[in-house]
């Protein structure tokens, strides 16, 4: 747990003071430099470019440039933050703590609220933030603002629900008590695919926790996470409570491990891949910091001889391509038993021909945007190459698609083996690959082989059975004849390699808060 005095050897630059009138209590904001404007239809209110570090927004002596990956078009050069710039945010978020862990449960309760209102009045320019850097649907994106939204609801309304306990111990002239308290400066390290809501769902439980926090956004998608630290700022969350640094790939590393390694900081939360993950516990292991990790899913969908094929297809379509099959609980393995699975195969064939319509994220027809980078249409094509060359049957599509570079045709593959590339990586793309079985301790087997096990999905109408394989597959979320189980109200969170600890639902504040035992005695 943080403690205050040790500001005092902290070797940060210390900010400019913030304006007068920013206390901790609700107050006028003051009104940061407008940026001249952005792309046709974004919002140039909330399309910030510069860093936002104790209630002010800052340049950076370097910026770089985001672009839309749909049309290649730069969106804006960015402030690029280095050690610099995140040591004076970690000191501006320290000094926030040490008066922000004193306000009242109801006071922070009220403030994330406002928060709130704020993203639900703002939400059609969010979604179109959201679509410009990261190419999603604008359906999906106005979904996850919504989404998002509601994470700093539902933290607003757990803040004033954090309970201790009163323990009796045998000894009569003794009491025991329990309290939750705030651990500190957390830093938040975000991915680009749900731009806005890894964010709440982090910053949401850190704040009602008592916590500030230091955000670094992925470099593809960084005006998220400024256009919520513009309207954190008119929701009069005090200065240095939510800070933002963004920084390019080149100076991402440098940033993650000054994060991670400076004294001040007493929390690590990290969504993205797994071997990143590593990299960052190694980090914070040298100072024992405490951390969250939810990091890649390889998730199998199982489709069992009993299933209702009809709904199995549907649950396929929402788990697979949602995003264009970019998120870390789609599905990455079919596995479809014997007596079902042409009929499965054919139905899914002929649901994605007729659904899926492929386009720039802003028009009305479009369900599958494009891949955030080339890089990202690379992996996909090669487990396509790679299970055709050892047998496996394009059913759809298979290759990339004609709009551009960093679109890619949705994919169905039959005859899939376990050999094959897509069988044992995670895809992320808009890959579907089936493979056949016969039993069910086959498909729990193939399933659980992974180092991985974020979620898992089946089909079954065979009660029994679905209470065994729930409980057998070995990840920490399961859908049973549904394919989306997201909910603010429910834990998010891996078992083995998919990562540590549990974001959102009433457990999710529990990861920012330290348990402290005091002995009261003489009584």
């Known amino acids: 747990m943080a403690t205050c005095l040790r500001l005092r050897s902290c070797r940060a630059p210390r ?8 206390g901790l209590r609700p107050g006028c904001p003051a009104q940061p430099r407008r940026s001249a404007g952005g792309p046709a239809g974004l919002s140039a209110a909330l399309l910030r470019t510069e ?3 104790g209630g002010r927004w800052l340049p950076a002596a370097a910026a770089f440039p985001v672009h839309d990956p749909a049309s290649g078009a730069q969106l804006g050069l960015v402030a690029d933050c280095g050690v610099p710039e995140t040591r004076a945010a970690v000191r501006a978020a320290y000094e926030a703590f040490c008066s922000w862990r004193g306000v009242s449960a109801k006071e922070r309760s009220s403030l994330l609220r406002k928060w709130y209102d704020l993203m639900m009045q703002n939400k059609d320019d969010l979604a179109k933030i959201i679509t410009a850097e990261s190419g999603k649907p604008l359906k999906e994106a106005q979904g996850e603002v919504a989404y998002s939204a509601l994470f700093l609801e539902w933290f607003s309304e757990e803040a004033r629900r954090v309970y201790g306990d009163v323990i009796y111990t045998p000894a009569k002239e003794k009491r025991a008590l329990v309290l939750k308290q705030p651990l500190g400066v957390a830093a938040v390290i975000t991915p680009w695919n749900f731009p806005s809501a890894m964010i709440t769902r982090k910053v949401g439980a850190a704040l009602a926790a008592g916590c500030t926090v230091v955000v670094k956004p992925a470099e593809h998608t960084p005006f998220s996470a400024l256009a919520l630290a513009e309207l954190a700022d008119q929701a009069a969350i005090p200065p240095g409570v939510y800070n933002v640094i963004p920084c390019s790939r080149a100076k991402a590393k440098e940033v993650g491990e000054a994060l991670c390694t400076d004294p001040l900081v007493s929390k690590i939360s990290f969504t993205g891949s797994t071997a990143t993950g590593k990299i960052l516990l190694h980090h914070a292991a040298g100072s024992v910091k405490r951390v969250s990790m939810e990091l890649g899913g390889h998730a199998p969908f199982i489709v069992f001889d009993s299933a209702n094929v009809d709904q199995a297809v549907a649950g396929a379509m929402a788990s697979k391509f949602r995003n264009s099959g ?3 609980v789609c599905s990455n393995r079919f596995l479809v038993q014997r007596g079902i699975h042409d009929s499965f195969v054919k139905k899914f064939a002929e649901a994605i021909k007729t659904n899926l319509h492929v386009g720039n994220g802003f028009e009305e027809r479009t369900t599958q945007g494009p891949l955030i980078d080339e890089k990202a249409v690379e992996k996909v094509e090669k487990h396509v190459n790679d299970a055709v060359s050892k047998g496996a049957t394009v059913v759809t599509g298979g290759k990339r698609h004609q709009l551009g ?5 949705p994919t169905l593959l039959s005859n899939v083996t376990r050999d094959m590339l897509c069988s044992h990586e995670e895809t992320f793309g808009p ?8 039993t069910e301790e ?3 087997a193939i399933a659980n082989a992974a180092d991985v096990g974020l979620a ?8 029994a059975q679905i209470w065994r394989v729930a409980e057998r597959l070995e990840v920490g979320m399961v859908g049973v004849n549904e394919g989306l189980i997201s909910s603010v109200e429910c834990p998010f969170g891996g078992v083995k390699q998919s990562g540590l600890g549990r974001e959102g639902s009433k457990y999710g504040i529990d990861e920012y808060l330290e348990l402290k035992y005091v002995c009261f005695g003489g009584l």
Do not use: H, M, W
């Open 326 to 328: 970019q998120t870390c």
């Open 456 to 463: 898992g999905y089946f089909y079954s109408q065979d009660p």
């Open 431 to 438: 890959l579907a690959p089936v493979i056949k079985f016969d």
């Open 51 to 53: 860093s936002f570090v």
């Open 15 to 22: 900010l400019p003071p913030a304006p007068a009138g920013r």
């Open 442 to 444: 086959e498909a729990v």
């Open 405 to 409: 570079k960093n679109f890619f045709e």
